[in-house]
C-alpha cells in the first residue's frame, strides 16, 4: 500500500539556521509529491509540489525540495529559517485517481 | 476569490450525539475531500467527491459517518452517534479537476474541532 513517512516528529532549529524536513514515501511508480504547511488553528497551505522534471523545485516563502527517485525521498530545505516558519508541515502523496495520502507531520518549532 | 468554508469551527457533543459540518468549496472546483485529522496525525481522507458523485469512501466508518454533495457544490458530513474517538478536526480541501500534465493543489479550510465527551 502507498504510504508516506516523516520520521521526525519535531524538529527544533536556531532562528537564521538551516532547515531539512525529511520524507519518504511508499508508491511503485512516481508519484505526484507535495509539501503543506498548517500553522496553529488553521487549515493546509501547499508550499510546493512536484509531478515531472526539475527534481528541485522552489515554493512559497523560500522553500525547496529536492526529489530523489533512488531513495523515494522528497526532503523539505530552507536555508535561513524565520521565526514566523513556526507550524506543522505535512508531506503528502497523489497516487492516481486524485488521491492525496498525508504523512504523520513535522513540528518546527524556532528558538531565538 | 473567496476559500473553502467550513462551520462550525468548533464542536462540543456527548457520545452517542449527532452533528454536523458544513462545507462550501471554491467556485469551480469540482473534487471536494474530507479528511480527519486526529491530534498528532496527518490528516486522514474521509470521502470523495467528484462533482456530486463519489469517487472513494474506502476509509469512512459508513455506520456512522455519511456525507452528501449535493448539485456538486456545499457538502455536509455527518455523524450519529458519535464515539470518543471520533474527537478531531475535520478538515473539507477543493480542488480543480486535474488535467493531463499538471497537478492538483488541495484548498484547504480552517478545519471544524469535534470533542466528544
Known amino acids: 500500500a502507498q504510504s508516506v513517512t516523516q520520521p521526525d516528529i519535531h524538529i527544533t532549529v536556531s532562528e537564521g539556521a538551516s532547515l531539512e524536513l525529511r520524507c519518504n514515501y511508499s508508491y511503485g511508480a512516481t508519484p505526484y509529491l507535495f509539501w503543506y504547511v498548517q500553522s496553529p488553528g488553521q487549515g493546509l497551505q501547499l508550499l510546493l509540489k512536484y509531478f515531472s522534471g ?4 522552489q515554493g512559497i516563502k523560500g522553500f525547496e525540495a529536492e526529489f530523489k527517485r533512488s531513495q523515494s ?9 524565520h521565526w514566523s516558519d513556526a507550524a506543522e508541515y505535512f508531506c503528502a502523496v497523489d497516487t492516481g485517481g486524485f488521491k492525496t495520502i498525508f504523512g504523520a ?3 518546527l518549532f524556532v528558538k531565538a | 476569490e473567496a476559500g473553502v468554508a467550513q462551520s462550525p469551527r468548533y464542536k462540543i457533543i456527548e457520545k452517542r ?13 469540482a473534487t471536494l475531500y474530507w479528511y480527519q485529522q486526529i491530534l498528532g496525525q496527518g ?10 458523485g463519489v469517487v ?8 456512522r459517518f455519511s456525507a452528501e454533495r449535493l448539485k456538486g457544490v456545499d457538502s455536509t ?10 474527537s478531531a478536526v475535520y478538515l473539507c480541501a477543493s480542488s480543480f479537476i486535474w488535467t493531463q500534465g ?3 493543489e488541495l484548498f484547504f479550510g480552517e478545519g471544524s474541532r469535534l470533542t466528544v465527551l
Open chain 1, 54 to 57: 526539475d527534481t528541485l523545485v
Open chain 1, 73 to 81: 525521498s522528497f526532503n523539505l530545505r530552507k536555508p535561513s529559517v
Open chain 1, 105 to 107: 507531520g513535522t513540528r
Open chain 2, 17 to 29: 450525539q449527532s452533528v454536523a459540518f458544513w462545507c462550501n468549496p471554491i467556485s469551480g472546483h
Open chain 2, 43 to 52: 490528516p486522514k481522507l474521509l470521502i470523495q467527491f467528484q462533482n456530486n
Open chain 2, 56 to 63: 472513494d469512501d474506502s476509509q469512512l466508518p459508513k455506520d
Open chain 2, 77 to 86: 458530513l455527518k455523524i450519529q452517534p458519535a464515539k470518543l474517538e471520533d
Open chain 2, 102 to 104: 499538471d497537478t492538483g
